[in-house]
């Protein structure tokens, strides 16, 4: 894919970026820049994200060029090129821009259930908002499982979209614990949306079925994970202090006359071998 920066993060672009950061120039005007000078710059970037998931719907992601979102958003290429550095980019942005639907919706009614069924009921509701643009999802997914490098950045991306899914969940991922809880989750959510993208059942029957177990699964990972923290916590305490004396520097002994070879005074030298 030479589209994405792979020696970077390649979705880090903000699809809430305010027109000045996005290198808007509204006052533009030329062959290069069809557009009218009051189309706002966010405008542009909601275009060209909903024309790249568009597409994802309809073809292999290796089968849609940058100019093929261009086209279908009604942009030109310098003005993509303001807005996003790549495809991986606007996929990014697309992904946040889910995280902002969910996050937007998260009320505090479930805040007395167990967390994992306010993990429950967040993740639900983010299968929803991604539900018109399942076909997308699932286009996706396969160029993941064809390209092992994009599909780590993707897990980035992921990542930072479930941290926040944990935090309006009101878990923490904080610590060595929670970020065993992130890439668990993450690696949770794969095989949750492999069973969503073939569920055909309204209800969703198999996708909360799987969506449950996998929860399970991770509440019992947690807890082990847990538990060998607890364990660790005083050994690493004991390293800490054990490390940290021997960094203590000593003080300077009293002098005894004796260096590494020998007494310094000869008299004392005769004194200790009589």
Do not use: Y
């Amino acid at each position: 894919m030479a589209d994405v920066n792979h020696s970077a993060d390649p979705f880090k672009s903000d699809p809430l970026t305010s027109p000045a950061e996005a290198g808007a120039h509204p006052g533009a005007s030329g062959p290069d820049h069809p557009q009218s000078a009051t189309a706002a710059p966010a405008d542009k970037r909601a275009a060209i994200v909903e024309a790249l998931v568009a597409l994802a719907a309809e073809r292999r992601w290796e089968d849609v060029s940058i100019s093929d979102v261009a086209t279908r958003a009604g942009v030109t290429l310098s003005q993509f090129r303001d807005s996003f550095p790549s495809k991986g980019a606007v996929l990014g942005a697309w992904s946040r821009m889910i995280d902002k639907q969910v996050l937007d919706g998260t009320a505090h009614d479930l805040m007395a259930e167990p967390a994992k069924e306010r993990l429950f009921d967040v993740l639900m509701r983010r299968l929803d908002a991604m539900a018109p643009h399942r076909e997308a999802v699932r286009a996706i997914m396969a160029w993941a499982k064809r390209d092992p490098l994009s599909a780590a950045a993707l897990n980035q991306v992921a990542l930072n979209s479930m941290r926040f899914m944990l935090e309006a969940a009101d878990i923490s991922s904080e610590g060595a614990v929670g970020a065993v809880k992130l890439q668990g989750l993450v690696l949770a959510w794969t095989r949750i949306l492999d069973v969503w993208c073939n569920d055909e059942d309204p209800a969703c029957a198999r996708t909360m079925a799987a969506l449950d177990r996998e929860l399970t699964r991770g509440e019992m990972l947690v807890a082990r994970v847990e538990d060998m923290n607890r364990f660790a916590s005083p050994l690493r305490s004991l390293a800490r202090t054990l490390f940290n004396r021997a960094r203590t520097p000593r003080a300077p002994r009293a002098s005894t006359g004796w260096d590494d070879t020998g007494p310094l005074d000869p008299e004392e030298r005769r004194t200790h071998t009589m």
